[in-house]
């Protein structure tokens, strides 16, 4: 899509979205952005974005609508209903959720827009507050391989590793399984920080030697360091997680699987959002461990 002429509209600015339209923006995008909260937004109103007073008057006047919000009955808000996005894009418009929702929801939206000649397509991410900041997230997207090629430079500029994972749905699910995985990860994480503290030895140094090796992972690289450090500050939200491991659970019950490390981690979680850390980062779980 040619930057001169394409305009962008943002829903949801939260601790991703604020740096994904901060690189569209330098990219020379056109950006018009709404949330619930104007504040969140004015340091990239002060940097030239465009305000718009709702869902509907930032929906008339985009090209390409991205959507970044919390739940998925915060989608349903922002998509449905007579003031939703749907109801009043013009056609040919591009709109993609890159909140991680449900799977069936984004199929549900995909048939509602080809309705009205819309293109959507579910494109949640992966990378947390440093790959949105560095343009490094990994993207999962779902839907017509035409309009993903055409959204496919907005994308790059917000990513590198960029996969069509097949049609409507197929995005949030690749999404699930990647929260399934660092579910189970992010407590061993937190056990092999307490385990090196409890040896005596400098967990710092232990890093240096584990997280080249098999036991890699982005959670050991960029999150363990945080937690020596005592940093919780959000990347990605707890409560955030919670809610992503609480959809793939009900998925893979509906499929009939079973996944015990996820069982276990949402319960640790939730367990940690019950000390009031919510809002925390992710890497708020090992406080936990270390009582």
Same mark, same amino acid.
């Given at each position: ?6 305009? *962008?509209?943002?829903?949801? &600015? #939260? ?5 994904? !339209? ?29 305000? $718009?007073?709702? !869902?509907? @008057?930032? &929906? @008339? ?5 991205? &959507? ?8 349903? /808000?922002?998509?449905? #209903? ?12 591009? !709109? ?10 984004? /199929? @549900? ?5 080809? %309705? ?19 343009? %490094? ?7 017509? @391989? /035409? ?6 430079? *907005? ?7 960029? !996969?069509?994972?097949?049609?409507? #749905? ?10 399934? %995985?660092?579910?189970?990860? +992010? ?23 584990? &997280? ?30 919670? $809610? =992503? +491991? ?8 509906? +499929? ?10 949402? $319960? ?8 009031? /850390?919510? =809002? ?6 090992? $406080?936990?461990?270390?009582?």
């Amino acid at each position: 899509m040619k930057i001169n002429d394409t305009t *962008i509209g943002i829903i949801g &600015t #939260g601790v991703m979205g604020k740096s994904m !339209v901060t690189n569209l923006q330098k990219a020379g995008y056109q950006i018009n952005l709404y949330t619930r909260t104007k504040s969140k937004a004015q340091p990239l109103i002060n940097n030239g974005a465009t305000w $718009k007073n709702s !869902v509907s @008057e930032l &929906t @008339e006047s985009a090209d390409v609508i991205i &959507t970044m919000v919390g739940y998925p009955s915060d989608v349903e /808000e922002v998509y449905f #209903g007579n003031e939703g996005i749907l109801e009043n894009a013009k056609p040919s418009t591009y !709109v993609i959720d890159m909140t991680t929702s449900k799977p069936s929801l984004a /199929e @549900e939206i995909y048939k509602q827009a080809l %309705t009205k000649r819309i293109h959507a397509i579910d494109a949640p991410v992966s990378g947390g507050d440093i790959g949105a900041k560095n343009g %490094t997230l990994a993207i999962m997207a779902g839907g017509d @391989e /035409e309009a993903f090629n055409t959204v496919l430079p *907005i994308f790059q500029i917000l990513g590198e590793n960029i !996969v069509l994972q097949g049609k409507a #749905g197929a995005g949030q699910h690749t999404k699930l399984c990647n929260q399934i %995985t660092i579910a189970s990860n +992010m407590i061993g994480v937190c056990e092999a920080i307490i385990y090196a503290k409890n040896a005596g030895l400098d967990p710092e140094r232990v890093l240096e030697s584990i &997280t080249t090796g098999a036991a890699g992972s982005w959670s050991l690289t960029n999150l363990a360091p945080r937690m020596i450090r005592g940093d919780y500050d959000p990347g990605f939200y707890v409560k955030h997680f919670i $809610k =992503d +491991m609480t959809i793939a659970l009900e998925s893979a019950q509906e +499929m009939g699987l079973s996944t015990p490390g996820l069982t276990l981690s949402l $319960k640790l979680y939730k367990d940690l959002a019950e000390t009031g /850390e919510d =809002d925390s980062g992710t890497q708020a779980l090992i $406080k936990l461990f270390e009582k």
